[in-house]
């Protein structure tokens, strides 16, 4: 990976830029098999994000968790999310590892993962034997069942992030596109697997008889591909440190030595600071200690810092985290109760029901028929992604990005007005559509924003103008993932209300309706598209 030139203990990257006047860079063309090995994280993410969303009621439900405490569970993680995501994405940008920015942090929050749902999915299990008394033993479950759905939440949150920034930094701008049409492809493809595996009845079958339950064979499946697909991610693309400039100039090194050299000492990532050709010797030989209090502040990304780069975000940044919020609010409206809407208004079940009831079984039979309408949801938005790529050149990003929530607003509006079990499912195609459009259409206009802010800061280095780019892109990253975490905790707080006062979950598939096309008219005249 690294490659020294120029002057001793001048450190470069040849493999990640192309060296160029005043610090431009541009890493060279990503094979397409390294862009897929990237793309797996996502698929082992979206796997286990449906593995979740199968079971984590279920076993809730087998532990015994009261109603009073659901509402906590599924509040809590997106509220750290939304608290603590942006501090993750600024600390990866400043990451002096060895190993990279981004890599450590992903490791660590699939290790996360993978104990969040060892102690969800197991935790039952291990409670029972270890602990004989009757009376502690729900407390223990209950307890250790919670903190896991609530830690893999956490992690898995916070991977996208870091994912996202990990590709950008790393690939040329036709590399990101293609990359993200591929983290939606194999997205939409982890999240069928997940569901496929948990629509089958595994109790009667070898392995779930050796493992014991289906919560068991489900932990087997989704600790095997979480490690596969995390392996191949951290390995598919080499990831330069970020390295201390001053640390590597040796003090012999004469001032015009350093001025011809400076275009190679940039901080990988970010455009070095020069002004008419020539670096500050002083300041970058004295490092950190003359640094003055409030680049020390931003160095060390103390909160307040953190909290002004977020408050002073240019206003086309903060249009696109509102659209993005606008339509994550409108897809997870619909998916979160997607399920309970065929049981309740389309097969006309009753949840509350006795067990053994006709009423309840229908629900059930609406239930299932709700997870293979998610199915298609995710396999359509594998397929879409696909061909995303093919219609840019003709509708643009705010083709695509406009086309996204009309269909989706159409759709749930639709389904919502005349309740059909075969128009239903024919209309989750349109939720792929849109789950596609979420996860690429809003990434790629990030790296359309730093690429125009990188020929601006080019142009004012020409010109002898200070450089002031500040921004990173995990921050960016993190400040759009963080939308998502506040959009969970709008729907878990407010859709609940909403359904009591109407007294029926049809109210929810109008509401994601009427958000979206609200979407369609802010995507269309407050964000900011550029050629």
């Known amino acids: ?59 809730l439900l087998s532990v015994g968790l009261p109603r009073s405490l659901y509402s906590m569970v599924w509040l809590l993680s997106p509220i750290l999310g939304f608290l603590l995501q942006p501090v993750v994405g600024s600390a990866s940008d400043h990451c002096r590892a060895r190993w990279g920015r981004r890599r450590p942090y992903i490791l660590t929050l699939g290790v996360l993962m993978l104990l969040g749902m060892a102690m969800y999915l197991n935790g039952d299990a291990v409670v029972s034997a270890l602990i004989a008394d009757p009376r502690r033993k729900p407390i223990w479950a209950i307890s250790i069942t919670m903190i896991g759905v609530v830690l893999f939440d956490f992690a898995a949150d916070f991977t996208d992030g870091p994912i996202k920034a990990y590709l950008f930094d790393v690939c040329t701008y036709e590399d990101k596109e293609r990359g993200l049409h591929y983290h939606a492809l194999f997205t939409g493809l982890g999240g069928a697997l997940g569901y496929l595996l948990g629509a089958i009845d595994w109790a009667p079958l070898a392995l779930g008889r050796l493992l014991g339950t289906e919560f068991q064979v489900m932990f087997f499946f989704s600790s095997l591909v979480l490690t596969l697909c995390f392996i191949l991610h951290l390995c598919s693309i080499p990831e330069a440190p970020l390295r201390d400039v001053a640390k590597d100039i040796p003090p012999q090194q004469a001032p015009q030595d350093l001025a011809l050299s400076s275009d190679r000492m940039y901080q990988y990532g970010s455009i070095e600071k020069v002004k008419n050709g020539y670096v500050n010797l002083e300041l970058t030989l004295q490092g ?244």
Request: charged share 15%.
């Open 1 to 59: 990976m690294g490659n020294i030139r120029g002057q001793p203990g001048i450190h470069t990257y040849k493999s990640l830029a192309e060296e160029g006047p005043f610090g431009s860079v541009e890493p060279p063309k990503r094979p397409t098999g390294s862009l897929v090995m990237h793309s797996m994280a996502m698929f082992g993410r979206e796997f286990c994000y449906a593995v979740e969303a199968a079971y984590v009621t279920p076993v």
């Open 288 to 531: 950190e200690k003359n640094k003055n209090p409030a680049e020390q502040t931003q160095r060390t990304m103390a909160v307040k810092s953190l909290l002004r780069a977020l408050m002073n975000m240019p206003s086309h940044y903060r249009c696109l985290c509102i659209s993005h919020l606008i339509g994550w609010t409108a897809f997870l409206s619909n998916m979160l109760f997607f399920t309970d809407f065929m049981g309740q208004i389309v097969y006309h079940g009753d949840p509350y029901s006795a067990h053994n009831s006709t009423e309840f079984l229908i629900y059930q039979r609406g239930v299932e028929v709700g997870c293979w309408g998610l199915c298609i949801n995710s396999v359509f938005s594998s397929l879409y992604s696909y061909f995303q790529k093919a219609l840019v050149p003709y509708i643009g990003l705010k083709g695509l990005y406009f086309m996204g929530y009309l269909l989706f607003g159409l759709g749930t509006g639709f389904i919502g007005l005349f309740p059909n079990v075969y128009s239903t499912l024919v209309m989750c195609t349109l939720f792929g559509v849109m789950s596609s459009t979420l996860y690429t259409v809003p990434f790629n206009l990030i790296t359309v924003y730093h690429l125009k802010e990188q020929e601006e800061q080019r142009l004012k280095a020409q010109g002898g103008g200070p450089d002031d780019s500040e921004r990173g892109q995990g921050l960016d990253c993190a400040a759009l993932t963080c939308v998502v975490q506040l959009a969970q905790i709008l729907v878990g707080g407010g859709l609940g209300f909403l359904v009591n006062t109407a007294g029926s979950v049809v109210v929810v598939v109008i509401t994601a309706s009427a958000v979206a096309l609200v979407g369609c008219c802010f995507v269309a005249l407050f964000v900011r598209y550029m050629d």
